[in-house]
Structures are given as structure tokens and as C-alpha cells.
């Protein structure tokens, strides 16, 4: 249990620890995590690799403030900050190794290999990407950026714009499940956190790369540390032909992206402040994406991300508040360069932000509780009740005529308590929301963890949540599509219960979870035609549905187990299981709700082929429950495929050289009907530190 912290600077000294129940490090059993953690993420689970500012608690409740090197860090489970292994839930993490390792070139294409999400491509190398966990769609998950919420109110397909290039980021952290609790109401089914750092040192890096369909991308970043202060600036572009014609024979599955982000902190021994600003600019052909008649589809997205935190470091009662503001600008065009066939869609979405989060330590474990005032202000040219006073779309000479107002109030209270091995973690979030015709709701949550000796954990949850429809949902009804302005809020329930395993040979972890689904938001078809002859799609409240599934990981680190080898590295296998109650009605396709995942496998396998040289084999089977619908209004199940992924590299302390290859079986696949996928895919490039 802990202990209230003090602001006592005494130095201590200890010769050895005991396992007697009065030794200060007995409430965390054998495993020697020293007292808690003084970064008071809260919101936000940044791991300056691993190496924790902690905070030495001992039995007279004296602490002393320390730069401490642990073996695991701060994750984002809770609402208050947890060490991993006090965690009761579990956050699957993919470190800068994972991702230097990957053969990869976005965060969209790195999640595909975390086994319990759904990463479902409509183009390339994070073109557009639509990203879900457990069988769910891209609206039911939360995006962050360094804690600070950035999803989209309009729509959740342009979710993973990010203004980072994947060079700049320290881990990102999957949180599976119902995260009302820990990152608001809008993570219905868990929530992707990316965090960024800036190195302790100033420094200065660039890398370019380049590959098949015309694909080339290039960036760089430089540090500026000087004592307390910490300032740096990214950039990055890339761009590509694409691998799709349309039928007048013309690419259009092409794309370019502009990135640049600045992001600085302050550190003294009294307070942290932290900021960032950014910027993302995508043009990308969309050919069928959004619709099977339509192949000449194109999106132009811009967005821009500002953000400031702050956390004081001393003292019993810490607080940390943000501030952020969002823009999202976007038009679309049915058809590509021709407004006088169609009118280009413009859509411009604010989300401005107010978050105070604190948590403090007494007698009875650690409370924290926290505030949220989101207020999302949306003008469109079609999505929206009509304005009273039309606003002008900037560089043309039309109007923003549609609208939408609405603010989200939520209020958490959270509660840990360990005893010895148990941790017990429970807590409700209240929300009410502006738009919706509805009183505050209160949603809960408990998790809880036993440690059994210093590699096993048992783990069990029940959270529940809500998510709010989002714009598109609520009035999208042209190009084929007919939205309902009423549609009620989905809820959700969940039950989890596992069992992990972690040593310096192997990690594995096993769980089983049930989903119970209310208002389950999705779009249908009936058969039903437009006026333009193409398949109608309807959003609907879809129900209820339930799902079951199973989720197993083992990865095995060679080198420590046969340590007179040099060759075989590390080595990962991890399964997930679904199914749904709910089946398919005659006459009536889903666009998301049952095309999901119901079997996903992945496997991974690291080696070192020579002196510096690296090998790394990465491979996937995906199958998929559902079917879609051809031009001709024929339906079509989707087919099972596995996809082979590697990359070649050599690494040296200031430089590393690599070529990847993705596809390189060269598969026929898709994953959303009539869009198909490109086959093999190479790119070559190179990397520089200074």
C-alpha cells in the first residue's frame, strides 16, 4: 500500500534488502520497483527508455528524489501511473527496437503486426489505413499523441494522419479493451498511444529511402539541449506513384505527405512542462475507396496539432493539466479534378481541449481523479445542420453551409490500492454530451492482478464505456451513402481475464474476453440503389452483439537462452481468436460491424547474419469474416491470405544501411472488397546520426 511522500531530503543508504514483512520493499513482493513513480503521467505513459525518475519510500515515509535505471518503465493502464508489473491491465507496448527492427515505414503498416488489431488497408504505406481492436471498426478506438487525444470528430478513416514520421517515435503502447477510465469515453474498444521523445543530448539525424511505384521518402531532425530546456524540430516527405489505374487507365492510388513537428520540454526539480506543434499535409488518389462505381476518387487532408502539459514534481498531491487545440481540413473529390460533375466535399473540424488530472497518496492507497471539457465545432459544405450564417471556404468562392456544435464533459475517479502481490484498481467515468439527448452516464471499471513469485501474473477486468457517433455517421448522405441524424450512442461492456509470463528467456501472455455490445453504429446495405444506380449504404444503430475471443503471445529472446550463438536473435509467435454471435442477415451486407478478423496469426523471427548485418522476417494470416458487394452487386467472401514481410539492414553506431521487402510471396489480397492491394514491394534506404 502507499505511503504518504513527504518533502524530506534525508539519504539514505541500504547494504541489502530482506524478504521480512517489515522490509520497505516487501508490498512489491521480490521484484525490487522502488516505491513510486513521481512521472505523473496520468494521461500520458512517455518512457525515457529505461531509465525512471522514481521515488524512494520508506517505512518512516521519507523520500528521496532520483534518477533510477529500472528494467521496466511507466505505462498507461490506469489512471494514476503504474510500473508494468503493478499494472492489473495489460498494455501491449512496441518499444523503438520493435520499430527500428520492423520492415516498415509508417505506425498504421507497424500495427498490423500487434496481433489484436485490425489494421485494414485502402492504401499503402499509411495512405489511408482504418485501424480497430477486437473485432471492432476505426471509430471505436482512441488516438493519442504524447496523451493528448487527436482523434477526429468528423471521421475516424484519417484517425492515423500524425504529424511524426515513424523515426521520431520513442513506443507506442495498445491499450485493449473498454478505456473510458484512462483515456475518456470515445475508447470504446482501447485506445493507440504514440509517444515521442527528445534525446537528452543534441543531435541531429536524416534518413532517405526510395523503392518500387515511384516510392520515395525523406526527412530529418534536429535537437537543441542546453540545461534545463529541451527543443526539437522534425520533418519529413514522402510520396509515391501508386499501383492502381482507373478504368480510363490513369494511376490513381497515388499520394504524397508532408510531415513537421517541434516538440520542447522544461525540467527542474519543481515542475516539467511539455509542448508540441505539428502539422500533416496528404494528397492521396482514392480510387475505389470509398465506393465501388466511383474510381477516381481523391482526398486532400491538412491538419495541425498544438498541445501544452505540465506536472509538478514535488509534494504529496500532484497535478497535471493540458491544454490542446486540433484542426482537421479536408475535401474530397468524387471525381478527381472535375467539380462540374460532382461538388467537392469541404469539411473543416476544431477540437479544442481542457484536461486536469492529479492523483495523490494516503493511507489507503493512491486516488486519482481527473476533468475533461472537449468542445469539437464542425463547418461543412454537406455534413451538419444548416448554419445560420454560412462561412467562406477559404481559396474558393464557395460557403461552409453546414455545421455541428458539441461539447463532452466527462469526470473520472479512480482508486488503487496493492497489497503485497494483488493490485486492485477501480474507478467510473461520468460524461454527458451537448449533441446527445441524454443525461450523465456513469460507466465503471475494476481491474485486479495478483503476482505469483517474479514471473507469473493473473489478471482479470470489467470496464465499460460509450462512444458518440461521429459526424460522418450522423449526416454523411451523398455518394451512395444515407446517414441518421438519431442515431443513439453505442455502449459497451467487457469482461477480461488472463495470465502473463515474463522472464529474461521468454515472455508469454494468454487471455480470454467478452465483448457485450449496445447501439452497435455501422453502415448496411439492403440492395437498395442511389439515383446514380450505386449501392446504398445506411448507418444504423445495428444492435446488440457479443464476442468472444482468445488472444496468446510467446516470444522467445534466443540470444540469453543459447547465449554461444550469434545467430538467432529473438523469436515471436501470437494468435487471436473472435467470434461473433451476431451473423449475417439475409439481403443485408455490413460494411464494418461483422467483416472483422476472426482469425489473425503473426510470427516474427530476428537474426544476425554477419558482424553488423541484420535479418528480420516478419509474417501474417489474416482471416476475414464478411463479404462485399461488386459494381455489379455481387457479393463476394473474403478470402484468407498470409502476407511475408522482411527487411535486410546494417547497423552501426551512426549509421545504418537497409532494403525491405513487403509482400515479397507476392499475394493477391484485400481487405476491404474491391479494393485490391499491392504485390511485392521493395525500398531501399539509408539512415544517419550525428
Known amino acids: ?249 490513369k494511376l490513381n492510388a497515388d499520394f504524397k505527405t508532408g510531415k513537421a513537428f517541434y516538440q520542447g520540454n522544461y525540467n527542474d526539480e519543481q515542475i516539467a512542462v511539455n509542448w508540441h506543434a505539428g502539422m500533416s499535409l496528404k494528397d492521396f488518389g482514392s480510387n475505389t475507396f470509398y465506393g465501388a462505381k466511383y474510381d477516381d476518387q481523391f482526398e486532400h487532408t491538412f491538419k495541425t496539432f498544438t498541445a501544452v502539459q505540465a506536472e509538478n514534481r514535488q509534494g504529496r498531491f500532484r497535478i497535471r493539466p493540458s491544454i490542446y487545440w486540433n484542426r482537421s481540413m479536408d475535401r474530397f473529390e468524387l471525381f478527381r479534378d472535375a467539380p462540374e460533375k460532382y461538388a467537392f466535399n469541404y469539411h473543416r473540424t476544431d477540437v479544442y481541449g481542457v484536461n486536469l488530472n492529479a492523483y495523490f497518496d494516503w493511507e489507503l492507497g493512491r486516488t486519482a481523479f481527473g476533468a475533461e471539457l472537449r468542445h469539437e465545432d464542425l463547418v461543412s459544405g454537406n455534413l451538419g445542420e444548416p448554419l445560420n450564417r454560412p462561412r467562406p471556404i477559404h481559396g474558393t468562392d464557395r460557403n461552409y453551409t453546414n455545421g455541428l456544435n458539441r461539447t463532452n464533459v466527462q469526470f473520472v475517479l479512480e482508486h488503487n490500492v496493492i497489497l503485497g502481490r494483488l493490485t486492485l484498481s477501480a474507478g467510473i467515468i461520468a460524461v454527458k454530451n451537448s449533441q446527445a439527448d441524454m443525461n450523465m452516464r456513469v460507466y465503471p471499471g475494476i481491474d485486479a492482478s495478483y503476482r505469483i513469485g517474479n514471473a507469473w501474473k493473473m489478471y482479470a477486468s470489467y470496464n465499460t464505456s460509450l462512444r458518440m457517433p461521429s459526424i460522418t455517421e450522423l449526416f454523411y448522405s451523398v455518394g451512395g451513402h444515407k446517414a441518421d441524424k438519431h442515431l443513439r450512442p453505442e455502449e459497451l461492456s467487457a469482461i477480461e481475464t488472463g495470465v502473463k509470463y515474463n522472464t529474461r528467456y521468454v515472455n508469454g501472455k494468454a487471455s480470454v474476453f467478452y465483448n457485450h455490445h449496445r447501439n452497435l453504429i455501422d453502415w448496411i446495405s439492403d440492395g437498395t440503389l442511389d439515383e446514380n444506380g450505386a449501392i446504398l449504404w445506411k448507418s444504423v444503430n445495428f444492435g446488440e452483439i457479443n464476442t468472444m475471443g482468445v488472444e496468446a503471445s510467446l516470444d522467445f529472446n534466443i540470444l540469453n537462452i543459447l547465449p554461444s550463438q550469434h545467430i538467432l536473435k529473438k523469436f515471436g509467435l501470437a494468435y487471436c481468436y473472435l467470434n461473433q454471435s451476431e451473423q449475417e442477415h439475409k439481403n443485408i451486407v455490413s460494411k464494418y460491424a461483422l467483416e472483422y478478423l476472426k482469425n489473425k496469426f503473426v510470427a516474427n523471427l530476428q537474426l544476425n547474419i554477419w558482424k553488423q548485418l541484420d535479418l528480420g522476417l516478419n509474417y501474417r494470416f489474416q482471416h476475414r469474416m464478411g463479404s462485399y458487394l461488386d459494381t455489379a452487386n455481387n457479393r463476394h467472401t473474403y478470402a484468407s491470405y498470409g502476407i511475408l514481410d522482411a527487411r535486410l539492414s546494417w547497423n552501426e553506431a551512426k549509421w545504418s544501411a537497409y532494403l525491405e521487402g513487403n509482400n515479397i510471396l507476392d499475394r493477391n489480397y484485400v481487405d476491404y472488397g474491391n479494393v485490391a492491394q499491392p504485390g511485392i514491394w521493395m525500398i531501399a534506404g539509408i539512415k544517419i546520426e550525428l
Open 1 to 249: 500500500m502507499y505511503k504518504p511522500i513527504l518533502n524530506k531530503r534525508n539519504v539514505l543508504k541500504f547494504t541489502h534488502f530482506s524478504n521480512r514483512s517489515y522490509s520497505l520493499f516487501a508490498v512489491l513482493g521480490k521484484e525490487v520497483i522502488i516505491g513510486v513513480l513521481s512521472v505523473a503521467t496520468l494521461q500520458n505513459a512517455t518512457a525515457h527508455n529505461s531509465c525512471i525518475e522514481a521515488e524512494l519510500t520508506s517505512s518512516d515515509s521519507t523520500a528521496i528524489n532520483k534518477n533510477i535505471a529500472l528494467g521496466e518503465v511507466n505505462v498507461t493502464g490506469t489512471r494514476a501511473p503504474l510500473t508494468t508489473s503493478q499494472q492489473a491491465r495489460m498494455v501491449t507496448v512496441l518499444s523503438r527496437e520493435d520499430i527500428q527492427a520492423a520492415p516498415v515505414q509508417s505506425v498504421n503498416d507497424l500495427l498490423k503486426y500487434a496481433v489484436g488489431v485490425d489494421m485494414r488497408q485502402k492504401g499503402p504505406l499509411g495512405a489511408l489505413t482504418d485501424v480497430s481492436i477486437r473485432g471492432g471498426n476505426s471509430e471505436q478506438i482512441t488516438v493519442l499523441l504524447n496523451g493528448i487525444n487527436i482523434g477526429d470528430a468528423q471521421t475516424g478513416h484519417n484517425a492515423f494522419d500524425f504529424p511524426v514520421d515513424i523515426s521520431e517515435i520513442e513506443r507506442i503502447e495498445v491499450l485493449e479493451g473498454p478505456a473510458g477510465r484512462v483515456y475518456g469515453t470515445s475508447s470504446l474498444l482501447g485506445a493507440v498511444n504514440i509517444v515521442t521523445k527528445t534525446p537528452p543530448q543534441t543531435s541531429l539525424s536524416a534518413h532517405v529511402e526510395g523503392g518500387s511505384y515511384g516510392y520515395l521518402r525523406a526527412g530529418s531532425r534536429a535537437n537543441l539541449a542546453r540545461g534545463k530546456w529541451n527543443n526539437q524540430l522534425s520533418g519529413s516527405y514522402t510520396r509515391s506513384d501508386g499501383y492502381l489505374r482507373n478504368k480510363a487507365g
